[in-house]
């Protein structure tokens, strides 16, 4: 853990807040300061905090407002509310909404120093983990799917809707986003689900492999076939077959599968049998298909039997809401496998995964904390167990950052320097903002109002 610890003051009484600042920053931490409930949601949004330390009434947004907004963003900040003896029944609300603790004014500065330094030790850890069991199980739904940010629980309210029917579905969506999981929970909570649920890559089979790996084949159908095999779709008759990576199949197999659609029967390799086959069909790609269809790669006829239903899988950075959850569940999993008894993560770590641009999606943050509980070495996974999602220090912003000094007058006004850059980022990027703000080492949310100011976007 670093030697010095940031701790946001929040208190609308300039006196106060001076006050705070010059007495808890002479037991060693570094202070930062706001003024109003909505300047800290903003901050720690922005920048990362170990501790926040605010008072309960102010002006514009009260302490209980921003604490709400806080723990939505980061449920690992520890909150430490400041309270007059009139409002204790406002602090134990506080309390119940996620604060760390509360203290009365005047401040007790024994006390004060006593909350913090057991914030620092990471004692309200062990609750916080209860309390992120509590949420997995809860949201622990179909298929082992965890997520119950506004993005994912649209999408599993549309695969609840579909899982019941008998349509072909294609399932959309960035590598790494879980595309496989959602298919077993379309079948599992089907009416095939007491069928087989068979799975196959169309991308890691070679072209004369795969009519046989889909459709069988009779023995001395090729060289090597010694015996009569039965494909996929037999093997998935009754069930549902998913077809990854649908994308990468050959055009000569796309003929061939479009007419098994369509007919609903199959031949084997080197056979003349007939043969009918009962299968939900459900087809999944990271790529474009209606981009490849253009390009002449893909059969539109089959996009349109495949495109019966299309459900898109948010990116883990459109559900950003669910990754303490993701982060404590594979936690859990990779302790148990590593024979580690690692509790939880310190705030900074969790800030850092919480502010990483996923490029990998859910694969990526799962690889990152096995590695994370491989190399830990305390009870908490700490930021430099993340090396790769330490944006804190700047280093994942600078690798492929744009050279900012070209075109730029020297005399240029500070805030046009910061516009040039931004836009220039936004154009290297090729206009995706998510990757423009991992670049610059903001959110996703500060990037989105600074272009609004710049009138890029509404």
């Not at 060289?223 to 009754?238: I, Y």
């Not at 474009?288 to 539109?300: A, H, P, T, V, Y």
């Not at 500070?414 to 423009?436: F, H, P, W």
Request: glycine share 6%; net charge negative; with cysteine.
């Amino acid at each position: 853990m670093k030697e010095k610890q940031t701790v946001l003051v929040v208190d609308d009484d300039n006196a106060h807040r001076t006050m705070l600042h010059t007495l808890v920053g002479g037991w060693g931490y570094e202070i930062r300061e706001a003024n109003d409930g909505s300047v800290a949601i903003e901050m720690i949004q922005d920048e990362p905090f170990d501790i926040v330390l605010m008072d309960i009434r102010m002006l514009k947004v009260s302490g209980i407002e921003a604490l709400e907004s806080i723990k939505r963003f980061n449920p690992l900040i520890p909150v430490i509310i400041m309270t007059a003896y009139s409002s204790v029944e406002t602090a134990v609300d506080a309390l119940k909404k996620g604060a760390y603790d509360y203290l009365t004014k005047p401040l007790d500065f024994n006390k004060l120093r006593h909350t913090l330094e057991k914030a620092v030790e990471h004692i309200r850890l062990s609750e916080e983990n209860r309390i992120l069991k509590e949420s997995l199980g809860k949201h622990f739904d179909k298929g082992n799917i965890i997520g119950q940010s506004p993005a994912m629980t649209r999408f599993m309210e549309t695969v609840n809707l579909v899982a019941p029917s008998e349509a072909t579905i294609l399932l959309t969506g960035e590598s790494g986003t879980g595309k496989e999981l959602i298919a077993g929970a379309l079948h599992f909570n089907s009416s095939r689900r007491e069928g087989p649920f068979i799975k196959i890559n169309c991308a890691a089979i070679t072209e004369t492999l795969l009519e046989s790996e889909l459709f069988g084949h009779e023995k001395g159908a090729f060289t090597g076939a010694d015996k009569r095999k039965d494909g996929r779709f037999l093997q998935a008759h009754k069930g549902s077959l998913l077809l990854d990576e649908v994308s990468e199949m050959p055009l000569t197999m796309q003929v061939k599968l479009l007419r098994v659609l369509q007919e609903r029967e199959i031949t084997r390799v080197g056979g003349d049998e007939v043969i009918e086959v009962d299968v939900r069909l459900i087809a999944a790609t990271n790529k474009n298909l209606q981009e490849l269809i253009k390009e002449g790669k893909f059969r539109e006829d089959l996009y349109y039997r495949l495109n019966v239903v299309t459900l898109e899988l948010p990116s883990l950075n459109e559900r950003v809401e669910d990754i303490p959850l993701l982060a404590q569940h594979f936690l859990e999993i990779f302790s148990k496998k590593n024979k580690k008894e690692i509790k939880g993560f310190t705030p900074r770590a969790m800030d850092n995964l919480i502010r990483y641009s996923w490029k990998g999606n859910v694969r990526e943050l799962m690889n990152v904390i096995e590695r994370g509980v491989v190399l830990g070495r305390s009870d908490y996974i700490e930021e430099h167990d993340l090396p790769i999602v330490n944006v804190a220090s700047g280093i994942d912003a600078v690798e492929s950052q744009p050279a900012i000094n070209d075109g730029m007058n020297f005399e240029m006004s500070l805030e046009d320097v910061e516009r040039k850059t931004i836009l220039q980022t936004l154009e290297s990027a090729g206009g995706n903002k998510s990757e423009t703000a991992r670049r610059l080492g903001i959110t996703r949310r500060t990037l989105h109002k600074k272009l609004k100011k710049y009138g890029v976007m509404p």
